[in-house]
């Protein structure tokens, strides 16, 4: 976190300026969450007793203010907060209020050649962009309720569109296709159009990664420097990937262990392989060797991980998996579980399938578990109590339980427990 050097307070990391207090608000949240210690206030005239944080949120209520009024009060608040190493302009999810007049604001202030990375995607929330159309649940944004709303209304549902009411600077889109190609394309065409407003498809949280990566990217190799134009998801991934984390020296990472085999834990395995770069390793039915499994996975193990597991190979389309077999997975699980967590330092430890959660926790000699909170329906999290990982952040869920996205959200879960335990925040 911040710390102050000869009375003077180190510039916060990140200010978000936030057009809505609900809204800025929920950004802040989700930068809490990654363990940046984050303070939110209403107003210019609280700004003072915010600074020493990581993060900065300062909502300036100016979603319904003429455009003229907001453009200035968000100049106000670009001044009020010096130095920070990204500054992110907080957006309604359906793009209402003078989007384009307050990016603009900001690109007038900070350093020459400074671009605005427009990702307003929240797939979360159902908000996704596909061929520059901002959509809410598969439906372009002029036909919802947004472009009936009262006081601003949304008349297109083209994000260009949109962002033209209110600045005349060059605009480019990257479409879908070049995200899907992966950081290296994305970082190609950032690197290569001279546009000041790049505006970004997006349809899932692994397309924010690639954005977010391919920024970073061309940040490292050309110098660009960026500013985040979102509705609150894509900022946290820019900041991580511009090293703007909770801290210099890595977290430790969780530790995964999926035994379940059926087609949804496969699907969700992928998406944080995908989203969370989770590092796996696969067993097969006749690999069963719990001492050769820990040194595969402790080979996995890297600076900048922050999941690392164990999953087992799903048969073949009409193969039948042997019983005796299946009846050992769980215990060799267990145990290559018990021996990475005895001889490396782990934050925390998910578990799908309730016969693995079973043996783990057994494998561990530990008495029970102290449930925190439900992450989502039927998938708790808490901490292991007694044995010698007392304390141990810990979540488990059915191997069926969820949409591809459920072993996600456990995850980062985890990893804002570890984050807030490394730096002694509430948990």
């Known amino acids: 976190m911040s710390t102050r050097i000869a009375g003077e307070a180190v510039a916060p990391k990140v200010l978000v300026v936030g ?67 990204l500054l992110a302009k907080r957006v309604d999810t359906t793009l209402r209020g003078n989007v384009g007049a307050e990016v603009d604001a900001v690109l007038e202030l900070v350093a020459p050649g400074t671009r605005a990375l427009v990702v307003p995607a929240f797939p979360d929330a159902g908000r996704t962009t596909v061929g520059g159309l901002h959509l809410v649940d598969g439906v372009p944004l002029a036909e919802t ?78 110098g660009t420097r960026w500013i985040s134009v979102d509705s609150g998801p894509f900022a946290v991934r820019l900041a991580t990937a511009l090293g703007l984390g909770a801290g210099e020296r890595p ?30 390793v696969e067993v097969a039915l006749d690999g069963l060797d719990p001492r050769a499994i820990a040194d595969r996975v402790a080979g996995t193990l890297g600076d ?73 329906p039927l998938a708790v999290a808490g901490r292991l109590v007694g044995g010698p990982h007392d304390g141990l952040p810990f979540a488990t869920k059915g191997g069926l339980i969820g949409d591809r996205t459920a072993a996600v959200a456990c995850l980062e879960h985890l990893t804002g427990v570890i984050a807030r335990r490394e730096r002694g925040m509430p948990q």
């Open 19 to 85: 057009d809505d207090l609900t809204g800025s608000n929920a950004t802040g949240a989700r930068f809490a969450r990654v363990g940046l210690r984050t303070i939110a206030v209403n107003g210019l005239d609280r700004v003072s007793c915010a600074l020493d944080a990581d993060v900065v949120v300062l909502n300036v209520s100016t979603r319904h203010r003429p455009p003229a009024e907001a453009r200035a009060i968000v100049a106000d608040a670009v001044k009020a907060v010096p130095g920070p190493a």
């Open 145 to 222: 309720s947004a472009a009936r709303d009262p006081l601003t209304p949304v008349e297109s549902s083209r994000v260009a569109t949109v962002l033209r009411r209110g600045t005349p600077r060059s605009i480019t889109e990257i479409p879908l296709d070049v995200i899907e190609s992966g950081v290296a394309a994305v970082a190609t065409r950032l690197a290569d159009s001279p546009a000041e407003l790049v505006i970004c498809d997006a349809t899932t949280n692994r397309h924010l990664g690639i954005v977010a990566d391919a920024a970073a990217r061309v940040t490292a190799g050309h």
């Open 251 to 280: 977290d430790p990472p969780v530790l995964a262990v999926v035994g379940s085999i059926t087609e949804t834990t496969r699907d969700q395995v992928v998406e944080s392989e995908q989203v969370l770069g989770a590092r796996f």
């Open 304 to 376: 900048s991980v922050a999941v690392v597991g164990i999953r087992t190979s799903p048969p073949d389309p009409g193969q039948r998996v042997d019983a005796t077999l299946a009846a050992r997975i769980p215990g060799v699980l267990a145990e290559a579980a018990a021996l990475l967590l005895a001889e490396h330092r782990f934050g925390g430890l998910y578990a799908t399938g309730g016969d693995i959660a079973e043996a783990v926790t057994a494998a561990l000699a530990s008495d029970g578990f102290a449930i925190d909170t439900e992450v989502l």
